[in-house]
């Protein structure tokens, strides 16, 4: 392989945060998506507060 051993191990340390902030913007927006549709549905305004 042309890629050094070191320069491997040190990918998902690199990587590693990056990676978390996707995942948490994207569990985030899909929360923030569902309680818009799941409010929008129910013909509530945005907020998440059920009455």
Known sequence: ???????LSDLPLALGPALALIVAGTVALAIAAYDAYR????GLPTGGEER
């Open 39 to 42: 409010s929008y549905v129910a």
């Open 1 to 7: 392989m042309a890629v050094p051993l070191h320069v």
